[in-house]
Structure formats: C-alpha cells, structure tokens
C-alpha cells in the first residue's frame, strides 16, 4: 500500500513538472531563463507522454554500469547523443544556485567532460545562457536545497528521468541531489573516433528512483595509530561520496597516539601525537567537517574511553591515571583509572571541548577492548566498597554515565560493544556497534533489544597482528541482518567498515579502503539479491576505473587477466 501510495504521489508531482515544462516548440533547442525572468523558462519540445516514453518496452536486465546499483532501475533500446558535450551544464529549476551546489556542479562537470577534452571547445561559460542545443543541460529540482548539513534522517532519496527530450534529477534534500547526480554520471559514456570525443548515453530512455536499504553506511579510520593526512581524508571522503556511503567515523585519541588538539589540556597532545605537525588542530577539524558534509557525509568523532588510553601515559601530568602501562606494547594498551578524581577532571575539560569542536549529531566514545584486569587493583577496590559499586561491570557502567554527563543530550552516543563489553545504561538515541565474533551479535542484539546496531564484524580493512585479509567478496557479501532475531531486525540501522591503520600509513590508505568499501556500499546501499556475479565484477571493474580517473588511487579486485576476461574467471 505504501509503495502504490509513494507512485501516485511521483505521477501526480511529475505530471505538474511536465505541465510547467511541456510546451510545443521547435526540436532541437532549449530556453534557458535568464536570471530576471526564471521560473518562467518554457522548455521547446513537442509535447510528449512521459510514461509511454519510459515504459513502452522497458528493459530490466543490467544495461548501465552503475555503482551501486539503484533500488528501481528501468532502460530503453535507444542511445542519446549529448550533442555539445563540452558546454554541457547543469540547472538548478525555481531557484537559485547556492555556492556548495555550485561546487558540485564544477566537480561533476570535470568528472564527466575532463577540461583534458573539453578546454579548448568550451564557449558557454554563463550560467545563464538563454538557448543551449537539445540533450545538453540536465533539470535539477531540490524541495529543499538551503540545509545541505546531512544528519541521521536525511532523506537521501532521488528520482532519475533520461529520455530524448529531457533530463531531469529529483530530489528531496541537498543529499539526494548528491545522490542522483553521481548516478547521472555514470550514465554518460565516452568514446573517441578520429580525435573526435562522442558522448552519449546509451539503453534509453531510463526511469530511476533510488533510495538506500540501511540509513547508517560508514567507514571507520583510526588515525591514532600511523597519522593519516588532511589531503589523503579528502580523498577518501570523496570516494565515500561516490559510492553513496554516508558516514566517516574517525578515532582520534589510542593507544599509539593522541593525534588530536586539545586547548583545555595540551600536554595529552603535545605529549601524545607523533609530532606536532601530526595532529589535527581545530582549522583542520572545522575544514575536513565541513567538507564531508558538502560530499554528503558525516564526520563522527571518537575519543576513546575507558580503553586505548595508552597515548595519555606519554603525558607526565596524565599518567598516573592510566593502568596497564607495564612496558609490553601488546599488554600495555592503556585503560583509565575510574577511580582517580583527576581521571574525570581530565575529561570534564576535554570532552565538552571536543564535543563543541565537532558539530556532527554523534559522539563516540569508544570502549573496544575493554579489560576487567586492568581495573583489579586494590586501590579500584577500595573505591566501588566506599561508592556501593558490587562488580566491574557497575563499575564501567558508572564511569561511562560520568563520561556521558559532559555531551549534548542533543547528540547521539555510540559505544563500541563485543561479547565481553559491560552492560551500559542507554538512552533512547545511543547507538551501540558490535565487532567481533559474528554468533557473540546474538547475545548484543538481545542484550539491547530496544536499540539502534550498527554492523563491524568482520568488516577489517587492515586486520591487524594476526587475523588474515579481507578480501572485497566478503564485504559484498555481508549480510547486516544474519544472526539476528527477526523480531529485532528493526534495530539494525546500517554497517561500518573498520580500518585500524595497523600497517597502513598515509601513503597507502586510499588504496587499501577503495574499493572494498564501495563493495559494502552497494550492499548497504541496495542490498541486492545475487552475490558475486561476472555482473558485479565488470561493474566494479568500471567504478574503479571511474575514480581513478577521478584522483581516487583505487586498488584492483582481482588479477589483470580477469578484469579483462571476466567470464573466464567469475561465472
């Protein structure tokens, strides 16, 4: 009933565009409205009925190689020539363009006609040109285009017309525009015959309306343990962009670094980073923020604690409250001493700061690899006898909730959970995310059976001192659902690939995050039936040479004989 209610309201809202747009003029050109007179551009084409162009014979079958593949999908048997490619643009209807919108409009123009091709032919260069050549401006409506800030309910959501006589992207929000435009541009093919460059989109015309499964698709990167860049995040954000990932979260603060600065408390990173020019100050945070916003993406911060603590030892000031320092790096990750007052005066300064810096609606607080033991001495005992705390798990609860004090109620904490994680007291917005061994989601998921999971088992991008690689195939094919009770599905809200930088340093990470990240984009995205086919290779095989091209340093998925005999190698 929902799916028949939603075609209606598309027929009804796209029968009233096409009565603004639809008109009887000559064939083969546009008018394009100037700046005084838009909202009333007539477009010069003879009147048509959209739905016969769109389904008469549609075509289901893979025809395009998109990434990931949208959630409907229809095709023709016709092929549109852009007919000037090289002044091809894009137009914002009713409104007027915003400089982000602007932004993305330069981008994709380069992504799809590179000025290597197009800097000598370009001739139109105002935005505002009044007649352009038929199949050669793409229509852009967004209901809503002012708040372009991504948060948990962005409605990502677009629809996609291709015929003869129109293109058109329709979105709800600025996110969904980002959407639909990336698939815009992977639909246009480029071919070159006697030095001539022909453009043209091929199996039209083409009905899209997409929408992702799972609302939460990220990438976690750990930057505490080999520093990673502020150019080399861009880049892997801008891969995150196109493939409609929508989450970025970083881990600033571990066991080997604390990469972060701090104002309140400078000697955790004055002591803590590898160097002073590998921290991040607040400039830099403030740019990469709102940079990820622009590409759709939100940046979720994570200072871990009470665990990976081992980079506030390198502070003389902070030292004494950290446990299980002993020397042996392995043994000595560092865990906070919850029953130090300066453990919590620490944080009381350095939490509301961070949580001020970041204007992203989560806040992680981490808690992976949490050990009982580095909490057993006698001076922790002495204090849950003196505050009534009966075990170690009230203990953690009971750090945590001080923890939690310092962040806006307004935001949502993330905690990392696994089968050994204390039981923590939550609130209705929290977020809990589960690594670890895949049955232990069993026990995560029943544990909190009233909130959101976010999916990481499994999903290691650099496995660390002893588990083995994981290749592209697995990511593709995780199943975000798989061990959990079908009464508490609901629950699930997406997956997040997890890179810990173990053996990856800024000159490699790019290469080792794409694209088996956007192997799990597509499965979070879509979440298609079939798993590994010759499809899917060639597919991959075609986003991957698409971002390189892009500035994106993508490695391979497979050998170079099989990307270029495919059916050879996947059947």
């Not at 409506?141 to 409605?155: A, F, S, V, Y």
């Not at 794409?514 to 986003?543: C, I, K, M, Q, Y």
Request: with cysteine.
């Amino acid at each position: 009933m929902f799916y028949k209610r939603l075609a209606i309201a598309l027929q009804i809202g796209l029968i009233a565009l096409f009565c603004t747009l639809l008109f009887r003029y000559p064939k083969d050109t546009l008018h394009i409205p100037t700046q005084e007179n838009q909202g009333k551009y007539i477009l010069e084409s003879p009147k048509f009925d959209f739905k016969e162009h769109i389904f008469k014979n549609p075509n289901i079958s893979l025809q395009h190689n998109l990434w990931p593949l949208p959630m409907h999908y229809e095709s023709g048997n016709n092929t549109i020539e852009i007919t000037s490619p090289c002044n091809f643009f894009f137009y914002l209807l009713d409104q007027e363009d915003t400089p982000e919108i602007q932004e993305i409009f330069s981008i994709y123009l380069e992504n799809i006609f590179p000025s290597k091709i197009c800097a000598s032919r370009r001739t139109n260069t105002h935005p505002h040109i009044t007649k352009v050549p038929r199949n050669n401006v793409l229509f852009i409506q967004i209901e809503n285009k002012i708040d372009i800030t991504p948060n948990p309910n962005t409605d990502e959501s677009y629809l996609l017309y291709i015929t003869e006589e129109l293109f058109i992207l329709k979105s709800k929000t600025y996110v969904g525009f980002l959407r639909g435009i990336e698939t815009f541009s992977q639909l246009i093919e480029f071919s070159e015959e006697h030095n001539t460059p022909r453009f043209y989109i091929p199996k039209a015309p083409i009905y899209i309306s997409d929408y992702p499964k799972y609302p939460y698709r990220g990438l976690y990167l750990d930057v505490s343990s080999h520093f990673v860049s502020k150019g080399s995040i861009m880049k892997i954000i801008d891969g995150l962009m196109y493939t409609k990932m929508n989450r970025l979260h970083i881990r600033f603060t571990g066991t080997d670094s604390f990469s972060i600065e701090s104002k309140t408390r400078p000697d955790l990173s004055n002591y803590g980073a590898f160097s002073k020019k590998q921290r991040y100050t607040y400039e830099d945070i403030k740019e990469i923020e709102e940079y990820a916003n622009k590409k759709g993406v939100i940046l979720i911060p994570e200072i871990s604690v009470p665990t990976r603590a081992g980079s506030w030892a390198f502070s003389p000031l902070a030292k004494e409250i950290v446990t299980c320092i002993d020397g042996n790096y392995e043994s000595s990750k560092g865990q906070l001493d919850p029953s130090a007052q300066k453990t919590y005066e620490y944080l009381k300064d350095i939490i509301p700061e961070f949580d001020k810096i970041f204007k992203s609606p989560y806040f992680h607080l981490g808690g992976t690899e949490f050990d009982p033991s580095c909490w057993n001495s006698t001076k922790i005992k002495d204090f849950m006898a003196e505050n009534h705390i009966n075990s170690i798990d009230e203990l953690y609860s009971y750090f945590m909730e001080r923890v939690k004090e310092n962040i806006d109620d307004k935001k949502a904490i993330i905690y990392w959970v696994e089968a050994a994680t204390p039981q923590l007291k939550l609130r209705d917005n929290d977020v809990v995310q589960f690594k670890g061994i895949p049955r232990n989601i069993i026990k995560i998921s029943e544990t909190y059976p009233n909130t959101k999971i976010i999916r990481s088992d499994f999903l290691e991008l650099d496995a660390g001192f002893t588990s083995s690689y994981v290749p592209w195939s697995t990511f593709y094919g995780f199943d975000c659902t798989k061990m959990i009770n079908n009464a508490l599905v609901h629950n699930v809200i997406g997956g997040e690939a997890m890179h810990t930088t173990e053996f990856t340093g800024d000159t490699g990470v790019v290469g080792s995050v794409f694209p088996r990240v956007a192997a799990l984009g597509e499965r979070l995205w879509t979440d298609p039936h079939n798993l590994v086919t010759s499809s899917t290779v060639l597919r991959l095989n075609s986003w991957i040479s698409r971002v390189r091209k892009r500035g994106i340093k993508s490695g391979p998925i497979t050998t170079g004989y099989c990307e270029y005999n495919v059916n050879d190698c996947f059947n």
